[in-house]
């Protein structure tokens, strides 16, 4: 990374230092195409203006790029860009710049080579298509060759199929009038290999031969459709089949994935029923005969999936918070399309119920990330993360929680906090949950604290929801413009986090955490005897209070403090109790410094926490303060 331009602050933008580029995709771009550049330390408008550089032979285009994450951004190409370049090939480099708001620099990445193809149309064509074998219905057709469109703005490539279809069943071969399926690509961002759906549409769900042909077309936008050489095919097709049930246990909110073939759904007159027979064995003894039918959702011709819920048959049949059990018999997949109902392979399934399980989701939004800034904090985000999250399992240790970084793909079912910058609602709150009522014994697992709450609104409370780390400049003796002071602003506050505030500190950049940080795992040492052991302590106390602050909303979002009855916090004060209100909670417990004990759920909280998700794991070795 190199600067262009006049410095006005004595050390760079910590939250460029990193910017590079690594790729610019797709290598042909045609009017439509949405360019996509990826590398690292992207930032949002307001802390930046992006451009992609890309200089050649030719000269210099400079084209302005919209920030998508902190590793992807995109330009919009027009006919008139594709100009700009002045050659059908372009061979030369790819730079990012940015215009820092904060210091008024231009950042510039190091430069990549790049060989860009630009075309104001593209021709499809085809090396090859699959072209016979035994597929069921909604397999992916797969083509290979060249020049496929991405769809959006550049338009689209279809197959358009024709031909006829045999029955398995006996009779003359059925012509089958010209349809067209939109293809997709197969990799993001290829125009090489693209996939399209065998669709019920063609020729049914029944099974059959089917003799026909492609026709891969180009419809780019604008332009009169394009096709490629036509391909002769022969298909048989198979009745639906499951070849797996995965994972081996699910809990209630979870999605158990039915892996076989010939799925059909997402459109009207689809549907895929899951027939289950055998008999369910409930966990410390007992069992009954099982025979019900469940409605899984379509993801694509080979996958659907199923969530554990209370509301059809098997929710009926047991407890999901409190039965688990092995269930042991068959599985058969019942396809209807239409006016036809095919009765598929039955197979042989054994699937277990696990105890209820709370997933968190901890959504870093960009605003969390840049107001680590206001703490010259931005370089060591990855660090005071893995504290966040220690933090959070520590607290709930012995409970059936788990938090993640990234957003769950296996439940259906799941807890989603932000973690946000400023507090929208404009209060100085810390954290705030805006999930609507308390939520008695965790019935919902699908609270959002953050975004906006219509209801929370409509009973006179703060709408937003979520953790605010700017709020926490609070506890400083002198916030600045950043906050203003909490009754218990603390100097050690300052201690920790002076050296280093974007209005009177140095920020932390890359050297400082040249070689590594140490991992704090008390504060003992804080504020620290030099530079990198004062980093260290930031690290660890600025995790500790927002891992804190996300544990005690979290709690309330699980129904705490005083479970099953009235009131949102614990009445009085009492050392180290997480669910006591705001102002009852110091600064130094929230830091966890000087040997002080962090916070915890009280007795019958924690008590209450191991009801209604039950572990496995032991519950640990605390002394827990009383509730009452």
């Not at 600067?3 to 230092?17: F, I, N, R, W």
């Not at 992916?140 to 338009?155: A, C, H, V």
């Not at 246990?249 to 689809?270: D, H, M, P, T």
């Not at 040249?514 to 504060?523: F, K, M, N, S, Y």
Request: aromatic content about 8%; overall charge negative; charged content about 20%.
């Amino acid at each position: 990374m190199f600067l262009v331009g006049c410095a006005t602050s004595s050390a760079p933008d910590p939250g460029l230092e990193g910017l590079a580029v690594t790729r610019v995709a797709p290598d042909t771009i045609i009017p439509g195409t949405k360019l996509q550049v990826t590398g690292a330390s992207f930032v949002e408008s307001q802390w930046g203006d992006a451009s992609l550089v890309l200089s050649g032979d030719g000269g210099t285009v400079r084209w302005p790029a919209t920030f998508v994450d902190f590793t992807t951004m995109t330009i919009a190409i027009d006919a008139s860009m594709i100009d700009q370049i002045g050659a059908e090939d372009f061979t030369g480099t790819a730079t990012v710049e940015v215009v820092a708001t904060s210091d008024g620099l231009t950042y510039a990445s190091e430069s990549i080579e790049v060989d860009l193809a630009f075309r104001q149309e593209l021709d499809p064509s085809v090396a090859s298509i699959e072209a016979t074998g035994v597929i069921f219905v909604n397999d992916q057709i797969q083509i290979e060759g060249d020049g496929f469109l991405l769809g959006g703005d550049e338009g689209v490539t279809v197959a358009k199929l024709e031909g006829c279809f045999t029955p398995e069943a006996g009779g003359a071969c059925a012509p089958i009038s010209e349809l067209e399926l939109a293809t997709q690509p197969l990799e993001a961002l290829s125009r090489e290999t693209a996939v399209f759906p065998f669709s019920p549409k063609i020729a049914g769900i029944k099974p059959g031969t089917f003799t026909g042909r492609i026709t891969v077309i180009n419809k780019q936008k604008d332009l009169a459709p394009s096709p490629a050489p036509t391909v002769d095919v022969s298909y048989d097709l198979v009745t639906s089949q499951i070849f797996s049930v995965d994972p081996p246990a699910a809990s209630l909110g979870q999605y158990v994935f039915v892996k076989g073939g010939g799925f059909v759904g997402g459109e009207s007159g689809a549907l895929t029923e899951l027939e289950l027979e055998g008999t369910f064995a409930r966990t410390g003894g007992g069992s009954a005969p099982v025979l019900m039918t469940l409605l899984p959702e379509f993801v694509e011709g080979r996958l659907v999936r199923y969530v554990v819920n209370t509301d059809d048959s098997l929710g009926q049949a047991l407890d999901l918070r409190q039965d688990t059990g092995q269930f042991t018999g068959t599985i058969t997949p019942v396809v209807t399309f239409g006016p036809d109902t095919v009765r598929g392979v039955s197979t042989n399934a054994s699937f277990a119920i696990a105890p209820v399980k709370q997933v968190v989701y901890l959504l870093y939004q960009p605003s969390y990330v840049e107001g680590l800034r206001d703490f010259g904090l931005r370089a060591v985000d990855k660090k005071i993360r893995e504290r966040i999250i220690e933090v959070c399992k520590r607290t709930y240790r012995g409970v059936n929680i788990e938090f993640r970084d990234a957003p769950p793909t296996d439940f259906a079912l799941f807890e989603q906090v932000e973690l946000l910058g400023v507090d929208p609602n404009g209060t100085g709150l810390f954290g705030y949950d805006n999930s609507p009522g308390k939520d008695n014994g965790n019935e919902r697992l699908y609270d959002r604290l953050g975004g906006v709450n219509a209801l929370t609104q409509q009973d006179g409370y703060p709408g937003y929801g979520g953790v605010f780390i700017r709020s926490l400049m609070g506890f400083s003796k002198h916030p600045g413009s950043f906050a203003t002071s909490v009754p218990g602003a603390d100097a050690t506050f300052d201690a920790i986090f002076d050296p280093f505030r974007s209005d009177i500190g140095e920020p932390v950049t890359s050297s400082d955490i040249a070689g590594g940080l140490a991992t704090l795992t008390d504060g003992f040492a804080c504020p620290g005897s030099d530079r990198k052991s004062r980093v260290e302590c930031a690290v660890f106390v600025l995790g500790n209070l927002i891992g804190g602050t996300l544990s005690h909303e979290i709690g309330h979002s699980l129904g705490l403090a005083n479970p099953y009855m009235e009131g949102f916090h614990n009445a009085g004060d009492a050392p180290a109790r997480l669910m006591d209100a705001g102002g009852d909670r110091p600064f130094n417990e929230r830091a966890e410094l000087d040997g002080t004990a962090p916070g915890e759920f009280c007795d019958d909280e924690y008590e209450y926490l191991r009801q209604i998700l039950p572990s496995s794991e032991a519950a640990p070795q605390v002394q827990r303060a009383s509730c009452f």
